[in-house]
Nanobody
Framework: VQLQASGGGLVQAGGSLRLSCAAS????????MGWFRQAPGKERDFVAA????????FYADSVKGRFTISRDNAKNTVYLQMNSLKPEDTAVYYC????????????????WGQGTQVTVSS
Protein backbone atom coordinates (compact mmCIF):
# COMPACT_ATOMS: atom_id res chain seq x y z
CA VAL A 1 0.00 0.00 0.00
CA GLN A 2 1.28 3.45 -0.92
CA LEU A 3 -0.10 6.48 0.91
CA GLN A 4 0.06 10.11 -0.16
CA ALA A 5 -0.94 12.73 2.39
CA SER A 6 -1.83 16.27 1.40
CA GLY A 7 -3.72 19.33 2.56
CA GLY A 8 -1.38 20.72 5.17
CA GLY A 9 -0.43 24.35 5.37
CA LEU A 10 -0.27 27.47 7.47
CA VAL A 11 -3.45 28.62 9.20
CA GLN A 12 -4.32 31.02 11.98
CA ALA A 13 -5.61 29.80 15.30
CA GLY A 14 -9.32 29.07 15.08
CA GLY A 15 -9.07 28.18 11.42
CA SER A 16 -9.68 24.92 9.61
CA LEU A 17 -7.84 22.53 7.32
CA ARG A 18 -8.77 19.26 5.69
CA LEU A 19 -6.09 16.65 5.22
CA SER A 20 -6.41 13.92 2.63
CA CYS A 21 -4.63 10.62 2.36
CA ALA A 22 -4.88 8.82 -0.95
CA ALA A 23 -4.06 5.12 -0.99
CA SER A 24 -3.01 2.87 -3.82
CA UNK A 25 -1.97 -0.74 -4.01
CA UNK A 26 -3.73 -3.35 -1.94
CA UNK A 27 -7.43 -3.26 -1.15
CA UNK A 28 -7.82 -0.02 0.77
CA UNK A 29 -11.34 -0.71 1.96
CA UNK A 30 -10.23 -3.78 3.90
CA UNK A 31 -8.19 -1.82 6.40
CA UNK A 32 -8.67 0.52 9.29
CA MET A 33 -6.85 3.81 8.88
CA GLY A 34 -5.31 6.25 11.31
CA TRP A 35 -3.79 9.69 11.58
CA PHE A 36 -0.83 10.45 13.80
CA ARG A 37 1.14 13.64 14.31
CA GLN A 38 4.62 14.55 15.38
CA ALA A 39 5.60 17.94 16.72
CA PRO A 40 9.26 19.06 16.72
CA GLY A 41 11.20 17.30 19.45
CA LYS A 42 8.28 15.11 20.43
CA GLU A 43 7.15 11.59 19.80
CA ARG A 44 4.60 10.71 17.18
CA ASP A 45 1.15 10.63 18.76
CA PHE A 46 -2.17 9.12 17.84
CA VAL A 47 -4.78 11.58 16.53
CA ALA A 48 -7.69 9.64 15.06
CA ALA A 49 -8.65 6.31 13.53
CA UNK A 50 -11.51 4.88 11.51
CA UNK A 51 -12.52 1.30 10.89
CA UNK A 52 -12.66 -0.24 7.44
CA UNK A 53 -16.31 0.55 6.86
CA UNK A 54 -16.16 3.99 8.40
CA UNK A 55 -18.76 3.15 11.03
CA UNK A 56 -16.43 3.47 14.02
CA UNK A 57 -14.15 6.37 14.77
CA PHE A 58 -11.73 7.07 17.58
CA TYR A 59 -10.02 10.27 18.67
CA ALA A 60 -7.32 11.48 20.99
CA ASP A 61 -8.77 13.52 23.82
CA SER A 62 -6.84 16.56 22.63
CA VAL A 63 -8.72 16.70 19.32
CA LYS A 64 -12.11 15.29 20.26
CA GLY A 65 -14.89 17.62 19.19
CA ARG A 66 -12.62 19.56 16.83
CA PHE A 67 -11.33 16.95 14.37
CA THR A 68 -13.35 14.51 12.27
CA ILE A 69 -11.96 11.49 10.46
CA SER A 70 -13.82 10.05 7.51
CA ARG A 71 -13.16 7.89 4.48
CA ASP A 72 -14.38 7.36 0.96
CA ASN A 73 -13.59 3.80 -0.06
CA ALA A 74 -14.67 4.46 -3.63
CA LYS A 75 -11.88 7.04 -3.85
CA ASN A 76 -9.40 5.12 -1.70
CA THR A 77 -9.06 8.21 0.47
CA VAL A 78 -9.23 9.01 4.16
CA TYR A 79 -9.75 12.54 5.42
CA LEU A 80 -9.08 14.50 8.56
CA GLN A 81 -11.20 17.62 8.94
CA MET A 82 -9.56 19.88 11.50
CA ASN A 83 -11.56 22.76 12.95
CA SER A 84 -10.86 25.27 15.71
CA LEU A 85 -7.15 24.73 15.24
CA LYS A 86 -4.77 25.68 18.03
CA PRO A 87 -1.04 26.43 17.94
CA GLU A 88 -0.45 23.16 19.80
CA ASP A 89 -1.87 21.31 16.78
CA THR A 90 1.26 22.30 14.85
CA ALA A 91 2.96 19.11 13.69
CA VAL A 92 3.66 16.86 10.76
CA TYR A 93 0.58 14.73 10.21
CA TYR A 94 0.89 11.15 8.99
CA CYS A 95 -1.72 8.75 7.73
CA UNK A 96 -1.26 5.04 8.15
CA UNK A 97 -2.86 1.66 7.52
CA UNK A 98 -3.63 -0.44 10.58
CA UNK A 99 -3.16 -4.16 10.04
CA UNK A 100 -3.35 -5.50 13.62
CA UNK A 101 -3.47 -4.48 17.25
CA UNK A 102 -4.84 -1.42 18.97
CA UNK A 103 -5.58 1.67 16.91
CA UNK A 104 -3.74 3.72 19.54
CA UNK A 105 -0.25 2.42 18.87
CA UNK A 106 2.12 3.06 15.98
CA UNK A 107 3.15 -0.58 16.06
CA UNK A 108 -0.32 -1.55 14.84
CA UNK A 109 0.23 0.31 11.56
CA UNK A 110 2.36 -1.18 8.82
CA UNK A 111 2.11 1.38 6.04
CA TRP A 112 2.76 5.10 6.42
CA GLY A 113 2.44 8.16 4.24
CA GLN A 114 5.18 10.75 3.94
CA GLY A 115 3.52 13.31 6.21
CA THR A 116 2.10 16.76 5.64
CA GLN A 117 3.03 19.83 7.68
CA VAL A 118 0.35 21.70 9.58
CA THR A 119 1.35 25.00 11.17
CA VAL A 120 -1.07 26.98 13.30
CA SER A 121 -0.10 30.54 14.14
CA SER A 122 -1.35 32.33 17.21
Amino acid sequence: VQLQASGGGLVQAGGSLRLSCAASGRTFSSYSMGWFRQAPGKERDFVAAINWRGYSTFYADSVKGRFTISRDNAKNTVYLQMNSLKPEDTAVYYCAVRTSGSYLYQESYDYWGQGTQVTVSS
